[in-house]
């Protein structure tokens, strides 16, 4: 009888995939298993799994084409024979006896356990964050506006969730594909999940900056992810807002920010806001969107120092951006 199955969606991972995979295949154990989905990748991955597939706690699955990342963590869990699915990813690394904790932790029955990672730059080379959520642990009381304003944000990443899988079935999933967050959409989607549980303990460590869809940012933040949260009907618009706002295209330090990061440019400008909000936000948009992005990356990284200085993952990824080597971002830092 298999306890736990660890699901994975890979696609074009194969620098990643390996390191990855030795955090995970060594800490199989009996009653657990690992089910990798392979979205039909063009690169070394059917390689790189060649070697860890004749593990018989291991299933590689190699889709004919590439139909994204949530049908591929459907199909994965679909594929699991585990009471519980861990929805683990293809570029992080689990913490040593992390699979041994997550079981300890299921014994209390619960329907959805929430974990806890190390953040750390896309090299793993330095930690940006000792907890991306700081506290202890939690049963967290049938209260589904309060676990929903506390951690939906938290669960935009998805190797935090580990459910059991009839609750995960049992639940709408195709409504949620291509939002890239199937797992927010079947957790929060009605009715509740009652008994959950957040273990504070990083179990992971998340390659921060890595993400597939980050060409995508803007539309995804300013579009996709408030759609989606204002999308549940079980909670109320004030806790909505909580966790993201409805329009936050109309919120000028989220234009600038997104505009220092490179991902909003007049393109976007001209596809996702000309004529779609107010005079003012299209006005404002378009002085953000023709700004050099130097300058805009100068004074959003000189704000974030002076007064979000704990905002250590904007600041990694404001000096990631192709803006941050100007010499007048130079200056200003």
């Not at 002085?287 to 200085?309: C, D, E, H, Q, R």
Request: glycine content about 4%; aromatic content about 14%.
């Amino acid at each position: 009888m298999i306890k736990l199955s660890l699901c994975m969606a890979t696609y074009m991972r194969g620098d990643y995939l390996q390191e990855t995979l030795d955090s995970i295949v060594p800490q199989l154990e009996l009653g657990t298993e690992l089910i990798v989905v392979d979205g039909a990748s063009p690169d070394s991955t059917p390689d790189v799994m060649q070697k860890y597939s004749q593990n018989c706690k291991v299933r590689y699955y190699r889709e004919k084409e590439n139909l994204g990342v949530d049908r591929d963590y459907d199909k994965a869990v679909g594929y699991a024979n585990g009471e519980y699915c861990w929805l683990v990813t293809d570029d992080d690394i689990l913490k040593p006896n992390a699979i041994r904790e997550v079981l300890d932790s299921l014994k209390s029955g619960c329907n959805l356990l929430v974990l806890n990672s190390e953040i750390k730059d896309a090299q793993l080379s330095n930690v940006l964050k000792d907890q991306a959520i700081q506290g202890g642990d939690l049963v967290i009381p049938n209260d589904p506006e309060l676990f929903f304003k506390q951690f939906a944000f938290h669960l935009t990443f998805i190797g935090y969730v580990v459910i059991k899988r009839d609750l995960w079935l049992a639940r709408d999933r195709e409504s949620y594909f291509n939002t890239a967050f199937i797992h927010v959409g079947v957790i929060f989607q009605f009715p509740p999940i009652e008994h959950v549980q957040f273990k504070s303990k990083p179990l992971l460590t998340i390659r921060y900056g890595n993400a597939m869809w980050s060409a995508r940012g803007f539309l995804i933040w300013t579009f996709n992810w408030p759609r989606l949260i204002w999308s549940f009907k079980a909670f109320s618009d004030r806790a909505k807002e909580a966790v993201s706002s409805q329009k936050p295209y109309e919120n000028i330090r989220m234009l600038m920010y997104q505009r220092a990061l490179g991902a909003f440019t007049i393109k976007e400008y001209t596809q996702f806001l000309f004529f779609k909000s107010s005079v003012l936000s299209n006005l404002t948009g378009l002085i953000i969107a023709v700004t050099p992005g130097s300058v805009i990356n100068a004074i959003t990284y000189l704000y974030f120092k002076k007064y979000k200085a704990n905002e250590a993952l904007a600041l990694y990824d404001l000096r990631r951006s192709i803006f941050h080597s100007n010499w007048l971002v130079k200056l200003f830092s």
